[in-house]
T-cell receptor, first 116, second 118 residues
Framework: EAQVTQNPRYLITVTGKKLTVTCSQN?????MSWYRQDPGLGLRQIYY???????DKGDVPEGYKVSRKEKRNFPLILESPSPNQTSLYFC???????????????FGEGSWLTVV | AQKVTQAQTEISVVEKEDVTLDCVYE???????LFWYKQPPSGELVFLIR??????QNEISGRYSWNFQKSTSSFNFTITASQVVDSAVYFC???????????????FGKGTKLSVIP
């Protein structure tokens, strides 16, 4: 079954304590990305990765880091979380980056992160 | 720059009523792709449909139908005979083709919260 798996699904943490949200896909997709969803703002892209060792900033990258050492994994790192990073985070993957034919975008189930 | 506008923030309907969710988009790409996603209260994003810009045929899937009109840059979503299980936030999204320059963007609207009242 095609899956994008995020962990943890729910996390409450304190300001400044580094955390990592993992994302793994089992579809051999090259393209992966992270979004955050906030009330009234919809989903906004944080970072994306075209392939292993290739990453780039999305619309709201400040305060986040990513890495793509393996094709299947694309962790999101918050080095020093702050309360304004409290959000619902989604990881996504697709065969390619555009909406072109066949590039169905698969989303993880979301990670609810609260920074106090 | 791409933009997706879902003007309806929240809609409430009584079960069995029909409801249409509006989506208006802006893009400079001549080839682009439109999506609808459903987000139930549990939070996950459920893919509903993808439509290519060069295919203006409307689509029907059970109680769901989509009306794509390039002339008005709209991609509206209608639920016929709504049910309580349709209660969710619905997102319209837009993407362009891969530009080859590493830039790619899937732009979401802000979502419409649909509440179906029994």
């Amino acid at each position: 079954e095609a899956q994008v798996t995020q962990n943890p699904r729910y996390l409450i943490t304190v300001t400044g304590k580094k955390l990592t949200v993992t994302c793994s896909q089992n579809m051999n997709h090259e393209y992966m990305s992270w979004y955050r969803q906030d009330p009234g703002l919809g989903l906004r892209q944080i970072y994306y990765s075209m392939n292993v060792e290739v990453t780039d900033k999305g619309d709201v990258p400040e305060g986040y880091k990513v890495s793509r050492k393996e094709k299947r994994n694309f962790p999101l790192i918050l080095e020093s979380p702050s309360p304004n990073q409290t959000s619902l985070y989604f990881c996504a993957s697709s065969l390619g980056p555009g909406g072109d034919s066949g590039n169905t975008i698969y989303f993880g189930e979301g990670s609810w992160l609260t920074v106090v | 720059a791409q933009k997706v506008t879902q003007a309806q923030t929240e809609i409430s309907v009584v079960e069995k009523e029909d409801v249409t969710l509006d989506c208006v988009y802006e893009t400079r790409d001549t080839t682009y792709y439109l999506f609808w996603y459903k987000q139930p209260p549990s939070g996950e994003l459920v893919f509903l449909i993808r439509r290519n810009s060069f295919d203006e045929q409307n689509e029907i899937s059970g109680r769901y139908s989509w009306n794509f009109q390039k002339s008005t840059s709209s991609f509206n979503f209608t639920i016929t005979a709504s049910q309580v299980v349709d209660s969710a936030v619905y997102f319209c999204a837009l993407s362009g083709p891969y530009s080859g320059a590493g830039s790619y963007q899937l732009t979401f609207g802000k979502g419409t919260k649909l509440s179906v009242i029994p």
